[in-house]
């Protein structure tokens, strides 16, 4: 017997009075203004993976110089290498836009780059630009140049001749009408922009050529399309090829012998053997299509096959390539690149043996036929011999990452998720080895497209990764293996219809209880080996042919792009609430807010219109409260509909009524991801399609985090043992906040202490590993947290020094055209003599001894310091080489330690705020036990006392061979017959030479490279390797330390011979003799 689920429209329920907060975007512009926070200690760490890498959209090389790359990624900026991909430099991480579709190179100028914003794919997760850049210092600063409102711009083509004048084909916005789209000129560098072909509000342009002999002559193609949330509409009327031979004034449109049907997206070619012939790869209805060659410069075409982009569709590939190495070869953009031998009457697949697929931009060098690269979705892969082999270039840290999830694995927690066609992949936050993190740390857990993953609390092997629309596997990392566990229709029911990142979830009151959404939501008691549905449909469950798209409904004979269709009117977010089992949230795509207060047996609506929103805006995430029952917060984003607003509410009684919290945010900001702090309730993180957002109170301002580039990220996790916020990006892979918990005790109350310390998480005591050789600079390693306990602390003054303060009066002065008065002298001497504030941090153990003193400048703000662990160095001080250095001494073992705060200004030091107490943890043993804790301080002491003493002879020895040089000067002008001190100079000379060959040795032996005895700092030196791991000193190294005091023993006496009696004689002699005096003498 079916469960029967009821489904009530909100509307209908009675019981329940409803106070929609439909106003609350109007209400902007009455929120006070937010006062910014200190947040420049809480900077992201970037953890890689680069084996993945990500879509390229466009690659230039230097013209004069083919070890200079620049690359346009779709999502992750641009990128420039000048090694020929050795190493790497982000060049557009501080733009307004992270997506790029286009990259060119000025001919006259190559230090001049232009890029277009704004992917040049029609896919279903692309992000939009805002217009065209320029840089004239080869990516160092760039400046916006116009056509903001383009949002996707194909390619950029810079006149020959003139950098004044450029022709740009412009796809124009992908998800409603309008805009700045078609192909637009400018005469004067970007200052003004014309449109010169197209007029249509669907119509933009997909490809622009000009022929190398005449660059008045230009090719162009344009393309009608339109993407909703349910649909792909892939070419119309506006669809065609367009020449002009006036520069840009004029077009013709080009028709003999071209497709007469609708056409869709257009790839250009013009061969550079014979710019006569133009070859073009054209897009039919159903995403037919074929390659058409002129030999007429495009005045009569003829089909020559019907070689289209295949699989994900035309509209995501279809660059065309003509080789210029040999007439009529041509390579077609594809998931294989398609290559033809005879200008496209025949296309064969290229050899792509250990590369990936999909393919979207191909360079050749002018000098090396046998030359290929290519961009993918996985990035940049280069040929050596014509496509036989292929080398990848992994060092490029650019997947794009749907969802994020963590373990609890020690000592290192593990991060997942699933990539655009890249699989699903984890790997750990931070290493035991000190390099960092590198490729070989992550792997593969799922292939295809990887969606949401999740991990199990109970079991940290066990995780679930999915591919696209819903494909869910249960994945044991021991074994490797993979079991298909999505959920099936059963006979009689309707095709199951997963969103194409499909949400899952675990139990939060049992780890072997998932959630699963298709259009319904489906639950498993046993990790998945049984599945049972817990709701009806909760979408609209409605024809997507029929609803409008390019303004309108359209004809089932237009150009429907069925296969690039995800499925349409499922759910999209999950929630179960962690103090209530049973109460469950459901978003959908089509506009529905679903919520069940008992396991499924009844459903809630809510139609997002009630929330003031248009009626199918997306349902991007939906939170229980960690705190509150009645609490619930929903993320919605209505870009589909062009719409690019942040939409963020939450509802205090579980949907009765709704208030936005995203009147703080900017516009032009969409919002993926909301997370709660699991212990203050009024901390919040938000991922959006710009950076991540933290608010300290309930969601009211929102405050903007340093430390990641300005992109999408669309997925947020906290890791709770360690206090992280680890973050998805969509084109940079995984961001890593470490110990974010000082957030939670920032309280206006707290900021407004002269200086506050806050509480470290627990350090981790082990010694980094090394396990890599010399690796090469293309190896790829990212950052491992900062070793040891990192403290975050807080000072509220602002600490410049005078002449700090006395310049920026200046330069206030300069820039108002006044007079800069001489300060004085008097003011110019307290500045050279003021010493700048500082912060002192002092560690003490739990008896309240000083372990360690660090300090830092002191500035206004939040900061962070780390200390790694150690004990100061006990290394003499030389007064002839003072430096700000605060060198390290030996590891201190594991226990409970406490930590203060001071400043020092103006010759005072102070204590600010209370101390903070913490634990240092080991985060392993060793397969043998070591010595214990006492033991290793034990020695630690001896071995400092022995190398203190070694110190103290070797600088008294040092100070003998001066004094001796000295009196031996002074005694060749004292007034007085050498008879009486030549003879007790050599003695002490003799006596300084026997020591010195007794404690360092023959220097002779040294000289021939023969070995001698060990030394004093030979025994000292394997000592002191007793301290160096955490298993402790053996019995040879305390075997060495005693050797080391038994040399010590044997020496001292000689030592003091020389020092407390024949060098003071001797001085006497030469004293009453009347030597000269000797500096440094009482």
């Known amino acids: 017997m079916k469960r029967k689920h009821l489904v009530l429209p909100l509307i209908a329920i009675l019981l329940f009075s409803f106070s929609f907060d439909v106003n609350a975007q109007s209400r902007r512009k009455k929120q006070p203004k937010k006062k910014e926070l200190p947040l420049e200690a809480f900077q992201f760490r970037n953890v ?66 232009w890029v277009g914003t704004g992917e040049n794919v029609g896919g279903r997760h692309v992000a939009y630009g805002d217009g065209i850049y320029r840089s004239q210092d080869g990516g160092k600063s760039w400046e916006n140049r116009g056509l903001k409102t383009s949002e996707h711009i194909s390619k950029i083509i810079v006149h020959p001749d003139n950098s004044d004048i450029l022709w740009v084909a412009v796809q124009g916005p992908l998800w409603k009408k309008g805009g700045q789209r078609g192909v637009y000129k400018t005469t004067n560098g970007g200052k003004k922009w014309r449109q010169v072909l197209g007029n249509n509000q669907w119509t933009g342009a997909t490809d622009i050529m000009v022929d190398p002999r005449n660059p008045k002559i230009l090719y ?142 191909i360079v050749f060098k002018k000098d090396d036929p046998d030359y290929l690269m290519l961009g993918t979705d996985a990035g940049i892969y280069e040929s050596f011999d014509l496509a036989k082999n292929w080398r990848y270039h992994k060092n490029l840290p650019l997947t794009q990452f749907y969802k994020v999830a963590v373990n609890n694995a020690t000592p290192f927690y593990h991060i997942f998720g699933g990539t655009q066609d890249n699989g699903s992949a984890g790997g750990p936050s931070a290493t035991d080895e000190y390099q960092g993190i590198s490729n070989k740390h992550w792997y593969k857990t799922l292939g295809s497209d990887g969606h949401q993953s999740a991990t199990d609390p109970e079991y940290n092997d066990l995780i679930y990764a999915e591919t696209q629309q819903g494909g869910l596997h249960r994945v044991d990392l021991k074994t490797g293996e993979q079991l298909f566990i999505q959920p099936q229709a059963q006979l009689g029911d309707p095709h199951e219809r997963f969103n194409w ?289 990192v403290f975050t602390y807080h000072l509220s003054d602002d600490f410049k020094t005078q002449k700090q303060q006395r310049q920026e009066s200046e330069k206030e002065r300069s820039k108002n055209g006044r007079d800069i008065p001489f300060p004085g002298y008097d003011r110019l001497d307290a500045e050279n003599q003021e010493t700048p504030a500082k912060v002192w941090l002092t560690i003490k153990d739990n008896d309240g001894n000083v372990i360690r003193n660090l300090y830092q400048k002191a500035e206004k703000g939040t900061h962070r310091l780390a200390w790694n662990l150690r004990h100061a160095s006990i290394q003499a001080v030389n007064p002839d080489r003072v430096s700000d250095r605060n060198p390290s001494g030996p590891m201190v073992t594991p226990g409970n330690y406490s930590a203060q705060l001071y400043l020092q200004q103006n010759g005072q030091i102070i204590p600010l705020g209370a101390s903070v107490n913490f634990e240092v943890k080991p985060i392993r043993e060793g397969v043998l036990k070591g010595v214990d ?64 060959r007794k404690t360092t040795g023959s220097a002779a032996r040294e000289e021939v490279g023969e070995k001698n005895p060990p030394n004093v700092q030979t025994h000292l030196s394997v000592a002191y390797r007793g301290l160096r791991t955490t298993y402790g000193p053996t019995g040879l190294h305390r075997q060495s330390l005693s050797t080391a005091q038994q040399m010590i023993a044997l020496y001292r006496p000689e030592l003091e011979v020389i020092t407390k009696q024949m060098l003071p004689q001797l001085e006497k002699k030469l004293k009453q003799s009347g030597a000269p005096y000797i500096k440094g003498n009482d």
């Open 48 to 113: 890689g993976p680069a084996f993945l890498s990500g879509r390229i959209a466009d690659i230039v090389f230097h013209p004069e110089n083919d070890n200079i790359w620049y690359v346009a990624v779709g999502s992750g900026g641009v990128w420039k290498t000048e090694n020929a991909g050795t190493t790497w430099t982000p060049l557009f991480d501080d733009q307004s836009s992270y997506s790029t579709g286009c990259v060119t190179l000025d001919p006259q100028n190559p230090s001049t780059v």
């Open 220 to 361: 162009a193609a344009t393309w009608d399309r339109h993407r909703t949330v349910a649909a792909l509409m892939s070419g119309g009327p506006g669809s065609g090829i367009h020449k002009s031979t006036d520069g840009g004034k004029t077009w013709q449109e080009l028709e003999n012998g071209l497709p007469t049907s609708n056409m869709g997206k257009i790839g250009l070619a013009i061969s550079p053997q014979n710019p006569d012939v133009i070859y073009a790869a054209i897009e039919l209805d159903r995403t037919t299509g074929g390659v058409f060659r002129s030999a007429d410069q495009g005045a009569s075409w003829k089909k020559m096959s019907n070689a289209v982009s295949s699989a994900t569709g035309p509209h995501y590939y279809q660059e065309l390539y003509a080789s210029p190495h040999k007439f009529d070869r041509l390579y077609l953009m594809n998931v294989r690149v398609l290559t033809s031998e005879d200008g496209g009457k025949t296309f064969v697949q290229l050899s792509e043996k250990k590369k990936h697929s999909d393919n979207h931009v």
């Open 501 to 789: 990142d499909a949400p899952i979830v675990v139990s939060p009151h049992d780890p072997a209880t998932l959630y699963f959404a298709s259009y319904r939501v489906w639950k498993s008691e046993n990790r998945g080996d049984d599945w049972t549905p817990i709701s009806g449909d909760l979408t609209r469950n409605e024809e997507r042919l029929a609803l409008p798209i390019m303004g309108r409904k359209q004809s089932w004979d237009n150009a429907w792009d069925v296969g690039a269709m995800s499925n349409y009117n499922t759910i999209t977010s999950l929630s179960e609430s962690p103090l209530v089992k049973g109460l469950i949230y459901a978003g959908t795509d089509d506009g529905f807010i679903q919520i069940t207060t008992n396991g499924g047996e009844q459903w809630t609506q809510i139609p997002v219109t009630k929330l003031g929103l248009p009626a199918r805006t997306f349902v991007n995430d939906i939170k229980a409260d960690l705190h509150d029952p009645n609490t619930v917060y929903v993320v919605l984003d209505n870009h589909k509909e062009g719409d690019f607003n942040p939409y963020l509410y939450k509802s205090t009684d579980r949907g009765q009524s709704w208030t936005s919290l995203s009147t703080s945010l900017p516009k032009r900001t969409l919002l993926w991801r909301i997370v709660q702090d699991p212990v203050k309730k009024e901390l919040f993180f938000l991922a959006t399609e710009f950076g991540i957002y933290a608010s300290l109170n309930d969601g009211v301002d929102w405050h903007k985090l340093p430390g990641t580039p300005n992109m999408g990220f669309r997925d947020l996790v906290i890791q709770q043992r360690e206090n992280d916020l680890v973050a998805a990006s969509f084109g940079r892979g995984f961001y890593v906040l470490d110990d974010y918990s000082a957030l939670r005790d920032m309280t206006p109350e707290v900021l407004k202490q002269k200086g506050t310390l806050f509480t470290p998480r627990t350090a981790k005591w082990f010694v980094p590993k090394s396990n890599l050789g010399n690796t090469g600079a293309d190896f790829y390693i990212a950052k491992n947290p900062a070793f040891g306990a």
């Open 933 to 996: 804790y006492a033991t290793f301080d034990a020695y630690r002491k001896d071995y400092n006392a022995v190398s203190r003493e070694v110190t103290v002879l070797r600088d008294q020895f040092a100070q003998a061979q001066k004094k001796a040089a000295a009196l031996k000067m002074a005694a060749r002008r004292a007034e007085s017959s050498p008879e009486l001190f030549v003879e007790d100079l050599n003695k002490i000379e003799q006596a300084l030479f026997a020591l010195e």
